[in-house]
């Protein structure tokens, strides 16, 4: 037993397995190069194993020299010491994972700038290496070649082979090498005795370096005599190239000079990735200013980088940074861009965990940044990850006060929505739009919930999309903005497969026609191409009924056909939602201060929109001018994220009575002055009006440019005449109707009926002053088209103002969405809002009339003519 003990190979105890050799090495040194694997960890390392039983003395002494040299020497370009373990016939070195330079160089892809780059960080890493050694160390290498260095898996070039590593002030005679193939890398003062006395404690080296850098751009040195053949080797580096091969010793440059004249401007060592690289080394003791300013240049260079380089170089320094310096948000550019080289089970590993922290983040720039780049790592994220833990974070953002952040979180949804479940795609998201549609006083972002919602349409159940897409392109069609109308028309004919043939001619071309007369073409042109689009749908199933089950084969389709020949009219609508985002304020580079208040202030462009103001964009890249302005104040950012402050947010404040859109069925009396008192009051009142459609909206569509005109000019004496006159345009003809029928049932305006005796201009009285009574519903407002109220039977009051109250067939979603549609009268919070409105838009004209004044009675300009 015990002399099983002392006769057990002692190899066992060495805590790596060691496998296949290294071919091609061997020729070139004492050693063998095996791969191996760390026992347990499987982590990849090189072991140099030396046989001490058929080596000579002379062998083993440089071996052992080696490993000593190895251990005690610590630079980031000497190649890494792990373990060893010398038995009585062998010892083994284990190192970091590597490749002796001579074999990776063949690997290298064809000449271009990322081989020049990538070859003059290398040549600059041992540079270092040798100045370390010969300036701070006193030593000399005497062994510098392409064999004697090792590239590891991050491409950083590591000096090794340290067997003739001596003294500088010892002896400059360079020593005897073995194998024989290492001669050609001597110096030429070996065999000229007359030439050593003028060596230097560096000259030899720079020798090695000189012929280091002919292999780097020819291959292995075969003879001394190719060091005269310079055509390969870059201008930039030519000059010094030529001393360092120089034939005295004494002119060949130290290294340390090497590298203060090669980093200067325009010199080889003087570029993207080798500056990129430093500052990563020295990252810690950079300020946040220079931290932002590398990481935000950073991305436009990496596509010049090698992908070793980047993959565990780069990208472990930048993951790094975030996570424990204060790199800032500049970080996730440049981060995600280089997370596509990681294979999927690496990039849950080291990319998904910082996704996650990073979406709890309560910076405003980091939020932005990381929805702009969901695009780069939305494929590598689970489903289950990004129902429970991303989801919920980027639903914040619907609610946050920056327009920025809210478009930009209604853009990402296109990104999300694949993966989301049943009740945060077709519940969650859809009551967000829903509000955002109705109230959000940005008209960019209106235009882009239409065309999102087009965009996840595919997504949605049947059931929801079928209740959902109508009503809300159909809203999206009555906005004031002009873009958002056409991304309504647009969505409508991109979706067309998913509404069934009766709801496109009962209530999908009805709307469609109400923009033919729209005030811009830009708005008149896709409403006559899509109108024309679903005639001749309804026109084909008309002369072949057949065809009905075909046209409406996806509207119950979970998985909708991309082939189906009933979408192919629409190919024009498609490429435009598919490709088009409105550029909403928010997108302007112009410098805007911090929003403080959820209300935020009505922009121009819903004033008085113009059609220099509708053109939509390909892409839209966000400026972050006003994101960085808020994220300096983090008193603010903290409070819109902060947990007490989320839990304080008025979530449902779309059924709240208090609420300025909370539907109420008793509502009170509303003359044509106040509701076009409430048009001209703008977005302040969030007045979308009812997802029902009148009655008589058919009728009334034709006064349109009409209604237009007066929403945007202000209310004048005469309006209450000119409506007066307007209706008894509107109720002329069907009183004239109405005189050839004599059954009354079939004289009818809505579900009124008509007397054949009745004139219009009685019909409008009675009107009139029935909109004075208590008693009379009130109508909902259509911001595309304002009609007067008409007079209704207590019957079809009644099943009006059910209809109202309830969302009916028109809603986004039966019973799962809450009216958005605003009560105008009757409730006196409303009233009382209403009422500081007015009293503020009056100290505001005061104070204009004030700075008027001011002006007017302050010194005359020069020329100026005094009235």
């Keep these: 037993m015990m002399w099983s003990f002392f006769s057990r190979d002692s190899s066992k105890d060495f805590p790596y397995d060691i496998g296949e050799p290294v071919a091609g090495f061997e020729n070139h040194s004492i050693w063998t190069l095996h791969k191996a694997k760390r026992k347990g960890t499987q982590e990849e390392v090189s072991v140099f194993v030396f046989d001490l039983r058929s080596g000579s003395d002379a062998k083993c002494e440089l071996a052992k020299a080696a490993l000593k040299r190895l251990k005690t020497l610590r630079h980031p370009s000497i190649l890494q010491f792990l373990d060893s373990l010398e038995t009585d016939k062998l010892l083994y070195v284990a190192t970091e994972y590597v490749e002796p330079l001579g074999l990776h160089i063949a690997k290298l892809s064809a000449d271009g700038p990322q081989k020049d780059l990538y070859l003059a960080w290398g040549i600059f890493q041992i540079t270092r290496a040798l100045s370390f050694l010969n300036n701070d160390g006193s030593l000399r290498h005497n062994n510098v070649s392409v064999w004697s260095v090792f590239v590891n898996s991050s491409g950083e070039w590591k000096l090794g082979s340290l067997e003739y590593v001596s003294p500088a002030d010892g002896n400059p005679m360079p020593p005897i090498k073995v194998p024989p193939s290492l001669e050609v890398y001597d110096p030429p003062e070996k065999n000229d005795q007359t030439k050593l006395k003028a060596a230097t404690k560096c000259s030899a080296d720079m020798w090695g370096l000189g012929c280091l850098v002919w292999e780097s751009f020819n291959g292995p040195l075969r003879s001394r005599s190719n060091l005269k053949d310079i055509d390969c080797i870059p201008k930039s580096l030519q000059s010094l190239y030529c001393e360092l091969v120089g034939a005295s010793p004494s002119n060949r440059p130290n290294p340390a000079d090497i590298i203060t004249r090669c980093r200067k401007p325009g010199g080889f060592f003087k570029n993207d990735l080798v500056d990129t690289l430093l500052f990563l080394e020295e990252i810690q003791i950079k300020d946040k200013a220079e931290k932002n300013r590398f990481f935000s240049g950073l991305t436009l260079h990496l596509d010049n980088f090698p992908d070793n380089v980047c993959k565990h170089k780069i990208l472990p320094q930048l993951i790094t940074a975030y996570e424990y310096g204060d790199a800032g948000s500049a970080v996730l550019a440049p981060m995600f861009k280089l997370g596509k080289l990681l294979d999927e089970a690496e990039y849950q590993k080291r990319i998904v965990p910082c996704v996650v922290k990073l979406f709890g983040s ?348 007066l929403r945007q000019s202000p209310i004048r004496p005469h309006q209450q005449q000119l409506q007066q006159h307007q209706l008894n345009e509107l109720i002329e003809p069907l009183a004239k109707l109405n005189s050839h029928n004599t059954s009354p049932s079939k004289s009818t305006l809505g579900s009124t009926s008509l007397s054949s005796s009745l004139r219009p201009r009685d019909l409008s009285a009675n009107l009139s002053s029935a909109s004075n009574t208590t008693t009379s519903p009130t109508p909902f407002l259509n911001c595309n088209n304002i009609s007067p109220p008409q007079q209704k039977s207590p019957h079809h009051m009644n099943n009006s103002t059910n209809s109202n109250a309830n969302w009916n067939s028109d809603s986004w979603a039966d019973g799962e969405f809450e009216p958005i549609d605003e009560p105008l009268t009757g409730n006196p919070k409303l009233d009382e809002a209403r009422r500081k409105r007015e009293e503020k838009k009056l100290q505001r004209q005061r104070e204009l009339e004030a700075r008027r004044a001011q002006r007017n009675s302050g010194p005359m300009k020069l020329g100026a003519k005094k009235l």
């Excluded at 429970?388 to 809210?406: C, K, M, S, W, Y």
């Excluded at 550029?583 to 911090?594: A, E, F, L, N």
């Design 362 to 709: 309560t910076d405003r720039v980091t939020r932005s940044r990381l929805l702009q780049q969901l695009e780069l790592f939305i494929a590598h994220l689970q489903p289950q990850v990004v129902n429970e833990q991303i989801f919920p974070q980027v639903a914040h953002g619907f609610l946050d006060t920056n327009a920025t952040i809210r478009e930009q979180t209604v853009k990402s949804i296109i990104h999300l929505a694949p993966k989301l479940n049943y009740n945060n795609l077709n519940v969650e998201v859809l009551r967000h739009f829903a509000r955002l549609q109705a109230r959000d006083d940005q008209g960019g972002i209106r235009t882009n919930t239409t065309v999102c919602l087009g965009k996840i349409a595919p997504h949605l159940h049947p059931q929801v999309r079928q209740r959902v897409l109508v009503s809300a392109f159909i809203r999206a069609m009555r906005d004031p903005f002009p873009p958002a109308r056409v991304a309504g028309v647009l969505a409508l004919a991109a979706t067309q497969q998913y509404f069934l043939l009766n709801e496109v001619a009962n209530r999908v071309l009805p709307a469609l026609c109400s923009l033919t007369i729209d005030p811009e073409k830009s708005v008149r042109d896709p409403a006559f191409k899509t109108i024309r689009g679903f005639l001749g749908k309804l026109e084909k199933v008309s002369e072949d009924p057949s065809l009905r089950e075909t046209m409406e084969a996806d509207v119950h389709t979970a998985t909708p056909s991309i082939g189906n020949a009933a979408a192919t009219w629409a190919g024009w609508a498609v490429t435009a939602v598919t490709s088009k985002f409105y550029r909403s304020q928010s997108d302007s580079s112009r410098p805007r201060p911090p929003l403080t208040g959820r209300n935020l202030s009505k922009p121009a462009s819903l004033e008085q929109p113009s059609s220099s103001s509708l053109s939509t964009t390909t892409s839209s890249v966000t400026s972050m001018t006003s994101l960085e302005h808020e994220s300096n104040d983090t008193s603010a950012s903290a409070s819109d994220y902060g947990n007490n402050d989320w839990d304080n947010e008025n979530w449902g404040e779309m059924d709240d009575p208090s609420s300025p859109m909370a539907g109420s069925p008793n509502n009170g009396p509303l003359s044509v002055n106040t509701a076009l008192a409430d048009v001209r009051d703008g977005w302040d009142n969030e007045e979308w009006g009812s997802l029902e459609e009148d009655p008589g909206e058919e009728e009334a569509q034709e006064q349109e440019q009409q209604q237009m005109q």
